[in-house]
């Protein structure tokens, strides 16, 4: 059964390039969530989607953008990057449904990115 | 608004040593509440996930306790081995801002020598 899947695992982009990160959600789950974590610090919620629909949103500028498919596989896109969006990017899925509270997150193991 | 704060931010301790990370959030209405290890530069594994119905989770050598009333949950590792060095996440599922969301502290980076 595989669990999370994210792609690329590192990458290196230039100031002020865009960039799309891509998520498949574990097996049985219809939600996914993005995270952002810097270097030392927890990691920070971005937005999620369910139903190809974002449902909800951090505190992340508009430069922050998803999609979510039909198969609920997720991307993230950030735009005009800044040296400060270097992090590791994680993506997590659940499963939205009365059972979701009780199942909790799985994550995967994140992308790397790299601004320079 | 939801904060979760872990004590201490860095633990070292030798082999075979039992020990406590600590998590405390600020609101007590929480969903669950759930334990992540994470190895240096890789993505977060889930350890324990206590409903908030629960008082503890135990997982092998590790216990996992939640006092909901005084916001406060303890991560226990018995007979501590190298393999156990990594950072240890606390995240409660709680209404925030945004919605409910997954609320993370910023960790117990752990050490242990053998």
């Known amino acids: 059964d595989a669990g999370v899947t994210q792609s690329p695992t590192h990458l290196i982009k230039t100031r002020g390039q865009q960039v799309t990160l891509r998520c498949s959600p574990k097996?049985?789950?219809?939600?996914v969530s993005w995270y952002q974590q810097a270097l030392g610090q927890g990691p920070q919620f971005i937005f999620q989607?369910?139903?190809?629909?974002?449902?909800q949103r951090g505190n992340f500028p508009d430069r922050f953008s998803g999609h979510q498919f039909p198969n609920y596989s997720s991307e993230l896109n950030v735009n005009a990057l800044l040296l400060g969006d270097s992090a590791l990017y994680l993506c997590?899925?659940?499963?939205?449904?009365?059972?979701?509270?009780?199942?909790?997150?799985?994550f995967g193991s994140g992308t790397r990115l790299t601004v320079v | 608004k939801q904060e979760v704060t872990q004590i201490p931010a860095a633990l070292s301790v030798p082999e075979g040593e039992n020990l406590v990370l600590n998590c405390s959030f600020t609101?007590?209405?929480?969903?669950?509440l759930q334990w992540f290890r994470q190895d240096p530069g890789k993505g977060l594994t889930s350890l324990l996930l206590?409903?908030?119905?629960?008082r503890e989770q135990t997982s092998g050598r590790l216990n996992a306790s939640l006092d909901k009333s005084s916001g406060r949950s303890t991560l226990y590792i018995a007979a501590s081995q190298p393999g156990d060095s990594a950072t240890y996440l606390c995240?409660?599922?709680?209404?925030?801002?945004?919605?409910?969301?997954?609320?993370f502290g910023k960790g117990t980076t752990l050490s242990v020598s053998s």
């Open positions: 997590a899925s659940s499963f939205d449904g009365t059972a979701s509270l009780k199942s909790g997150y799985t």
């Open positions: 995240a409660v599922y709680a209404a925030n801002q945004a919605g409910t969301a997954l609320i």
């Open positions: 609101d007590s209405a929480i969903y669950n």
């Open positions: 206590i409903q908030s119905s629960q």
């Open positions: 097996s049985g789950h219809d939600t």
């Open positions: 989607y369910y139903e190809e629909e974002e449902r």
